[in-house]
């Protein structure tokens, strides 16, 4: 499987086209740069190292969904993003749920990443105790972005509401981390035989 630089070039393109357009209309520009600060940081480095260790397919276009909702989250807040109000009519739900897509990326896709990194360098022997350990990171990195909201509502007071996207839900940390455990199983249960067959033709003699 050869390393798809170009997909990958042509990939981040998009997102920096997404980025300049969501920056330029969004009303609340402090709220958007902290959303898309985690794509600014990883797609440069996924460019950087395509060459020396190139990820699966899977992963990368994952990665590309996920910094999509991450960008298109910033730009309206995830409280106020157009299709979550949609949703939220057709389930009957209390509240825009939006934010519940971007949590459950954020546990599907560190899965995704850590099964690959643990997988391609032999760091863990068996399924159950790889998909345990994938869970558990996918976990651990949900947890910790609940400390960044918390210290963010601490830096900006009233201002970080938009950010921390609550909408008034006390339970709201709790259900974020119920949202990315469920990406995490989703990987783990879902996507694994698909993410082997493709880590398979990746590692394969070229």
């Known amino acids: 499987m050869k390393t798809p630089i170009r997909a990958l070039l042509s990939g981040a393109a998009a997102l920096a086209l997404l980025i300049i357009i969501t920056g330029v209309a969004?009303?609340?520009k402090l709220t958007w740069l902290m959303e898309v600060i985690p794509v600014l940081i990883v797609v440069p480095l996924l460019i950087v190292?395509?060459?020396r260790y190139p990820l699966t397919p899977l992963l990368y276009g994952l990665i590309f969904c996920h910094a999509v909702i991450l960008i298109v989250g910033g730009m309206y807040t995830y409280a106020r993003v157009?299709?979550?109000f949609e949703?939220?009519?057709w389930l009957n739900l209390d509240r825009n749920p939006y934010d519940k897509l971007g949590h459950f990326f954020q546990g599907l896709v560190p899965?995704?990443?850590a099964r690959e990194i643990l997988q391609?360098?032999?760091y863990v022997r068996g399924r159950k105790m790889l998909?345990?350990?994938v869970c558990s990171v996918a976990l651990a990195i949900s947890a910790f972005y609940e400390l960044i909201e918390w210290?963010?509502?601490l830096a900006l007071g009233q201002g970080a509401e938009d950010f921390l996207g609550t909408q008034g839900d006390p339970w709201d940390t709790q259900s974020d981390m119920f949202s990315a455990l469920l990406g995490a199983l989703t990987t783990v249960l879902v996507l694994a035989p698909w993410h082997n067959r493709q880590l398979k033709r990746l590692l394969s003699p070229r």
Do not use: E, H, M, Y
Request: glycine fraction near 8%; charged fraction near 10%; hydrophobic fraction near 60%.
């Open 87 to 89: 949703v939220q009519a």
């Open 49 to 51: 190292s395509a060459k």
């Open 82 to 84: 157009p299709i979550g």
């Open 151 to 153: 210290w963010a509502a």
């Open 111 to 113: 899965a995704l990443a």
């Open 120 to 122: 391609r360098g032999a």
């Open 131 to 133: 998909a345990f350990v």
């Open 26 to 28: 969004t009303a609340d």
